[in-house]
């Protein structure tokens, strides 16, 4: 059977929902019981699964993997500052997790947050969404972040570009402020090709912007694209296909840049195992040899990510 590896999953940990928590009582300064109270409302309003402590998710994790015959997965932490509860899954499973977090580059302490989360934390993919953050890829806080990674072989750097939807934030009432503008994949040609040895991943293959993101493909052979989520942003191409996106994407990027995601996220939904269905059903349709399958399912991770 093949090996499958999902190189995009969200962990969406207590303190995810306490930082939703936050923002919806609109203030920072809350009393954590009040802030536990509302992130417990919040999971109650979504009919999602509160996830407990972040060794009760990881687990609840592995029982998924196992269930769906998923050998190995990336964590991303999704909201900045819960590197930890990444971290704590991580040291749990080892052999089955790999951590990534979200950084604000703009904030004071992003550089020691980073640090901390490289070296005493052993997460391996710092997630940079310049859209959100207000923060253009060609800051100069960007490029102190990108150089932790690059001191570090082995971290990857992931950068979300095109379309950005956080889905639980308007089913929440929350406000999603993002500048798309700043979500430009050209934007990330400078900064891969000044940072050539380290591995970036732009996930959804651009989100809308496939033909940027191919061209920094095209340029930078260390721009990798992760395949996750429904890929809905293909609407906004006329005519557009999935089938379509895949097979410009292993033409140009080719079949050992492609790792599969599904952009899994909450329980008790779980693994989106439609996802990888449609996928599969596709790169088999394409007649993409069994190697190169093999490589875009699973073989990819495990290079990028020697366990
Ligand atoms: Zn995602």
């Known amino acids: 059977m093949q090996l499958i590896n999902d190189a995009h999953c969200h962990f969406f940990s207590s303190q995810f929902f306490g930082t939703l928590a936050r923002q919806r009582l609109g203030t920072s300064?809350?009393?954590?019981?009040?802030?536990?109270?509302?992130?417990?409302?919040?999971?109650?309003?979504?009919q999602w699964e509160d996830?407990?402590?972040?060794?009760?998710?990881?687990?609840?994790?592995?029982a998924e993997l196992d269930m769906h015959h998923l050998h190995r997965?990336?964590?991303?932490?999704?909201?900045?500052?819960?590197?930890?509860?990444?971290?704590?899954?991580?040291?749990?499973?080892?052999q089955r997790f790999v951590g990534f977090f979200m950084v604000d580059p703009a904030a004071a302490?992003?550089?020691?947050?980073?640090?901390?989360?490289?070296?005493?934390l052993h997460l391996r993919g710092i997630c940079l969404f310049p859209a959100m953050h207000h923060m253009s890829l060609g800051d100069e806080r960007v490029t102190r972040i990108v150089e932790l990674a690059a001191a570090r072989p082995g971290v990857v750097v992931f950068v979300h570009c095109g379309v950005l939807s956080v889905g639980v934030r308007p089913k929440l009432g929350l406000p999603s402020r993002f500048d798309m503008r700043l979500g430009n994949p050209?934007?990330?040609?400078?900064?891969?090709?000044?940072?050539?040895?380290?591995?970036?991943?732009?996930?959804?293959?651009?989100?809308?912007?496939?033909?940027?993101a191919l061209m920094a493909v095209d340029v930078c052979r260390n721009i990798h694209l992760d395949t996750s989520?429904?890929?809905?942003?293909?609407?906004?191409?006329?005519?557009?296909?999935?089938e379509a996106v895949f097979r410009s994407a292993l033409e140009i990027a080719g079949a050992s840049r492609l790792l599969f995601g599904s952009d899994?996220?909450?329980?008790?939904?779980?693994w989106q195992k439609g996802i990888y269905e449609t996928q599969k059903q596709i790169v088999d349709r394409l007649g993409v040899s069994a190697a190169d399958a093999a490589r875009i399912f699973g073989g990819n991770f495990e290079q990028m990510f020697p366990a």
């Open 229 to 242: 989520s429904s890929n809905r942003w293909i609407q906004f191409t006329p005519a557009l296909t999935l």
């Open 186 to 212: 050209l934007d990330l040609s400078k900064l891969a090709l000044a940072f050539p040895d380290v591995p970036f991943i732009v996930p959804h293959f651009g989100g809308g912007m496939l033909r940027e």
């Open 51 to 62: 996830p407990g402590t972040a060794s009760a998710l990881a687990d609840r994790w592995i």
């Open 264 to 270: 899994s996220s909450f329980f008790p939904r779980g």
């Open 29 to 46: 300064v809350v009393p954590s019981a009040e802030v536990a109270a509302s992130a417990s409302d919040i999971c109650r309003e979504l």
């Open 109 to 120: 302490d992003a550089v020691s947050r980073t640090t901390r989360a490289l070296d005493d």
């Open 73 to 94: 997965a990336v964590l991303i932490a999704s909201v900045p500052g819960d590197a930890a509860s990444v971290a704590e899954a991580v040291a749990r499973h080892p």
